[in-house]
């Protein structure tokens, strides 16, 4: 395993809707076996650690190890978490982990799925800044997906910080803060339109034609499309956000549309099939540099 992050979030995108459907299912006579041998090694790994912990009602066994500073707050589906973990097996075997020292963490939408379910349930017990130590049954883990570093049926250790919570419209403003783009103008559906350029022609209505050049990227700035193509207003051939931002420029007009996922492909993101992953993740806001070319 030469890159551990990278092979981890490829399993993620092979694994977890498999393992979804697994856990689901009432566990099966050797499951029930294994569940509770991992039940019995997280308790003796607890006793040797001197750790002190408490139980969810979903079955994580977590102890906050330092709490933050701030105001405490707890994450909301489809909000970004910014963490730095390790990821170990009980014996101490270290699986996979952030950087702290090149300040590489790991971000994602919370509630979406995209990492295992015993993380994100952890998660949901801490405060934004706080530290914790989490510990969970393989049913809320990899299940009997068997790796080289993991074997089936593992129990798991995360050593998490809850870093910082951050809802779509928390990440759009610091996105356009930190990009000075200019003025910016906030529509009541959470649309920001930045004009960077005044057009002389007409302004679309419902019904007509639109010809537009555009870059769409992620605020992490990934880009993920580009080209000018045509597409009827009032026609739901496009995104929300997209559509409101192109009616209200005129022909010759630029300017960058950013909006949040409920203007965009929310919860469902736009999966790549053949590629195996997420053009547009789940709950991503998103920023365009548009063009107006045409009307018709």
């Not at 979406?112 to 530290?131: C, F, I, S, Y």
């Not at 910080?161 to 951050?166: A, E, G, N, Q, Y």
């Not at 537009?212 to 000018?228: A, E, I, R």
């Amino acid at each position: 395993m030469k890159n551990h992050r990278s092979y981890w979030k490829t399993l993620l995108v092979f694994g977890l809707l498999a393992l979804a459907s697994c856990i689901k299912d009432d566990p099966q006579p050797s499951s029930t076996q294994k569940l509770e041998e991992n039940e019995a090694q997280i308790k003796a790994h607890i006793a040797a650690q001197g750790l002190t912990v408490q139980r969810s009602t979903d079955g994580v066994y977590y102890t906050i190890v330092k709490t933050g500073a701030g105001s405490p707050r707890k994450v909301l589906e489809g909000e970004q978490v910014t963490i730095h973990y390790v990821l170990s097996r009980l014996d101490g075997t270290k699986i996979d982990s952030s950087s702290v020292l090149k300040n590489l963490p790991d971000q994602f939408p919370w509630g979406a799925g995209l990492r295992v379910p015993g993380l994100e349930l952890g998660l949901k017990l801490m405060n934004e800044g706080d530290k914790a130590v989490l510990l969970f049954p393989f049913t809320l883990g990899y299940g009997s997906l068997d790796f080289d570093l993991l074997p089936a049926y593992s129990p798991l250790r995360y050593d998490v910080t809850l870093v910082k919570i951050r809802s779509e419209d928390e990440q759009i403003d610091e996105y356009l803060a930190a990009k000075k783009l200019g003025p910016v103008e906030r529509l009541p559906s959470g649309l920001r339109y930045i004009r960077t350029q005044a057009g002389t022609g007409a302004q679309p209505n419902s019904g007509q034609t639109a010809s537009v050049g555009y870059t769409g990227k992620l605020l992490s700035d990934v880009q993920f499309d580009l080209g000018t193509f045509e597409f009827t207003l009032g026609a739901n051939r496009v995104v929300k956000g997209f559509e409101e931002g192109i009616a209200r420029m005129k022909v010759g007009e630029k300017g960058f549309l950013v909006f949040p996922s409920s203007l965009g492909y929310g919860k469902a993101g736009s999966y790549d099939k053949q590629r195996n992953l997420y053009l547009i993740p789940p709950y991503a806001p998103l920023q365009f540099e548009v063009e107006s070319k045409g009307v018709r």
